[in-house]
């Protein structure tokens, strides 16, 4: 599995694997404003090696200032709150990935 699929949840993921949107995202505020660490969200969601690797690639993506960083996490939450909807063009982890970024597995 991997991180969209687990933010996805079903049918991408099962639900007891399911990461919640603004749980994740509030998490990844916490990353940027230095109170928690990468290591520690990781542990928390229990996440696996691809879990993880393709935290570490949306992680990258949060660079510049404090203001640019918090505009990235708002950007993702955007998305994935839109994909939790299912909304057109945000309904496969594909389409998702796309949107972000990040490599198609």
């Known amino acids: 599995m991997a991180l969209i699929e687990r933010l996805m949840g079903e049918p991408f993921a099962p639900q007891d694997t399911k990461i919640h949107i603004h749980a ?26 691809v879990d993880a ?6 992680a990258a993506l949060v660079i510049g200032s404090d203001t640019a960083k918090l505009w990235k996490l708002q ?8 994909m939790e909807e299912r909304v057109t063009f ?10 972000l970024g990040l490599p198609i597995p």
């Open 53 to 58: 690797a393709e935290l570490d690639l949306l």
């Open 90 to 99: 945000y309904t496969t982890p594909t389409e998702v990935r796309t949107r």
């Open 24 to 49: 994740f995202y509030a998490a990844t505020n916490e990353v940027a404003r230095g109170v928690r660490t990468l290591a520690q969200i990781k542990t928390y969601w229990n996440m696996d090696v």
């Open 75 to 82: 950007d993702f939450h955007c998305v994935f709150l839109l």
